[in-house]
């Protein structure tokens, strides 16, 4: 099994509507974090968490919100998707000497 | 974090050593070298990584030079699921988790 989950796989949604992502992790890290990847971009941090209920913006964070309520999960919201949203989305938790292990992806289109 | 520079791409032999190769010149002395790999929109999946010390593991060696200012990737047998998009990223072990990924190197094992 992944040590790293995210749900859904594949999303497509109409403009104005509510996604969340979920992730979770069973590696045990307190760090967890969610980038998008656009073709050419690479990977842009959204927003990452320290620990249960800490939560900070990355590079990219407007039009997005997430949630840490355990260890093990962190969710990633868009209040009301746009298109320009339409990405593959990675959710991250962060080993011991920095090293980060990612999910599968969440590939999210927006029509 | 310093900036890298890698080749955009390489070639290899199944079953012959594939070996990648960075340049960090404008490393900092608390600054890590990782190497990710990415298989066409999976994960990123997190190879190796090192300070100054060569490095190996199950996957890969890692070979830094003495003043730190390039490395390489060595896959000591590549096979075809080898095949994907290899990044080196120069950080610092306790940062945010930004990561730059920037285009690396796309390395194609033939059969």
């Known amino acids: 099994d992944a040590d790293v989950t995210q749900t859904p796989r594949n999303r497509i949604t109409k403009t104005g509507k509510r996604i969340m992502l979920e992730c979770s992790q069973t590696?045990?890290?307190?760090?967890m974090y969610w980038y998008r990847q656009d073709p050419g971009l690479g990977l842009r941090l959204i927003y990452y968490?320290?620990?249960?209920?800490?939560?900070n913006k990355g590079e990219i964070s407007d039009g997005y919100s997430v949630s840490r309520q355990a260890q093990a999960k962190f969710s990633l919201s868009l209040e009301s998707a746009i298109p320009n949203q339409t990405a593959l989305y990675f959710c991250?938790?962060?080993?011991?000497?920095?090293?980060?292990?990612f999910g599968e992806g969440s590939r999210l289109t927006v029509l | 974090d310093a900036k890298t520079t890698q080749p955009t791409s390489m070639d290899c032999a199944e079953g012959r050593a594939a070996n990648l190769p960075c340049n960090h010149s404008?490393?900092?002395?608390?600054?890590?070298v990782y190497w990710y790999r990415q298989i066409h929109s999976q994960g990123p999946q997190y190879i190796i990584h090192?300070?100054?010390n060569n490095e190996t593991n199950e996957m890969a060696s890692l070979i830094i030079t003495e003043d730190r200012k390039s490395s390489t990737l060595i896959l000591p047998h590549a096979t075809l699921r080898d095949t994907a998009v290899y990044y080196c990223?120069?950080?610092?072990?306790?940062?945010?988790?930004?990561?730059?990924f920037g285009q690396g190197t796309t390395l194609q094992v033939k059969p």
């Open positions: 991250a938790s962060r080993g011991s000497t920095g090293e980060l292990f």
């Open positions: 590696k045990g890290h307190d760090r």
């Open positions: 968490s320290f620990d249960v209920k800490d939560i």
């Open positions: 404008t490393i900092s002395g608390n600054e890590y």
């Open positions: 090192g300070l100054k």
């Open positions: 990223i120069v950080k610092v072990s306790g940062n945010t988790g930004k990561l730059i």
